[in-house]
Nanobody, 124 residues
């Protein structure tokens, strides 16, 4: 069972990036998939979550609401995070995680499997 986050890189303020979370060994649509980020010197924070296929509800942190969109492509076994209108404060390592789903989607303790992270840097 392995998760892989990819798609990070350097973006200018106002720019866009799309992160992808792929899995080997299990099917993502049966899990709630969360995106988290950790900036230097800060705690890891929940960014967004999409519930499993029975629901597919989506959740967003206030700091990124209206700018980021999470989506699932079951055929590709992938969950994506489209990030628009990027700001320097979005700079962080972004992780995807899989779990059974809970009312506290932002709590990293509710996720069982983690990818290794992908670095997003927003700078001019």
């Amino acid at each position: 069972v392995q998760l892989q986050a990819s798609g990070g890189g350097l973006a200018q303020p106002g720019g866009s990036l799309t992160l992808s979370c792929t899995a080997s060994g299990f099917t993502l649509e049966y899990y709630a998939i969360g995106w988290f980020r950790q900036a230097p010197g800060k705690e890891r924070e929940g960014v967004s979550c999409i519930n499993d296929r029975s629901d597919n509800s989506t959740y967003y942190a206030d700091s990124i609401k209206g700018r980021f969109t999470i989506s699932r492509d079951s055929a590709k076994n992938t969950v994506s995070l489209q990030m628009n209108s990027l700001r320097p404060e979005d700079t962080a390592i972004y992780y995807c995680a899989a779990g059974p789903g809970s009312a506290w989607w932002w709590d990293s303790a509710d996720y069982d499997y983690w990818g290794q992270g992908t670095l997003v840097t927003v700078s001019s």
